[in-house]
């Protein structure tokens, strides 16, 4: 298994451009989600999904889409990137209510 | 989800034990205690969880007090490698779909 998988591992962006993280996990993991982790500080839930067709709000959804149309991927999209969304981006699984699986992350700079 | 106190760092010599100690005092009966650690420049990864009673894995122990109101991870013997940023989170076992993040410990080990 390659577990949970993100790309790309580093990306730059201009302020206003849009952008999509990937995340894919091979382990059909019912439970999918998003967090972004900035200096210093904890990880904060961005979005979520229980299964295909349904996802649902984190602490700070703004600014950020996101679907799930097959079990195995969850994308997140950055509509209109702006510098405070300078972050690094982490992808999870789980079966529900197992323990978490994370991916290695995105660093993302936006200027 | 109750919150947890955890200290902002500590520091431990390599080989030697670490008890690293979460505060949650609001507990409720069906709130399990995860641990999990985060290695420089990666993403967090499971540690340990328990609900009642001490529990051990290859990778630490946790014991959990009484009134269930703190807990402590237990490292049995520091290694370099250990230094990382140690969460203690609460998850509710019926209701609980997120992780929230707090702080977290950072360690240090010194050889």
């Known amino acids: 298994n390659a577990g949970v998988t993100q790309t790309p591992k580093f ?31 904890g990880l904060r839930l961005i979005h979520y999904s229980v299964g295909a067709g349904i996802t649902d709000q984190g602490e700070v959804p703004n600014g950020y889409n996101v679907s799930r149309s097959t079990t195995e991927d969850f994308p997140l999209r950055l509509l209109s990137a702006a510098p405070s969304q300078t972050s690094v981006y982490f992808c999870a699984s789980r079966r529900i209510p197992e323990t978490q699986y994370f991916g290695p992350g995105t660093r993302l700079l936006v200027l | 989800d109750a919150k947890t106190t955890q200290p902002n760092s500590m520091e431990s010599n390599e080989e030697e034990p670490v008890h690293l100690p979460c505060n949650h005092s609001t507990i409720s009966g069906t709130d399990y205690i995860h ?59 019926y209701y609980g779909q997120n992780f929230v993040f707090g702080p977290g410990t950072r360690l240090s080990v010194l050889p």
């Open chain 2, 35 to 93: 641990w999990y650690r985060q290695l420089p420049s990666q993403g967090p990864e499971y540690v340990i969880h328990g609900l009642t009673s001490n529990v051990n894995n290859r990778m630490a122990s946790l014991a959990i007090a009484e009134d269930r109101k703190s807990s402590t991870l237990i490292l049995h013997r520091a290694t370099l490698r250990d230094a990382a940023v140690y969460y203690c989170i609460l998850r509710d076992a």
């Open chain 1, 11 to 41: 990306q730059v962006l201009k302020t206003g451009q849009s952008m999509t993280l990937q995340c894919a996990q091979d382990m059909n993991h019912e439970y999918m989600s998003w967090y972004r982790q900035d200096p210093g500080m």
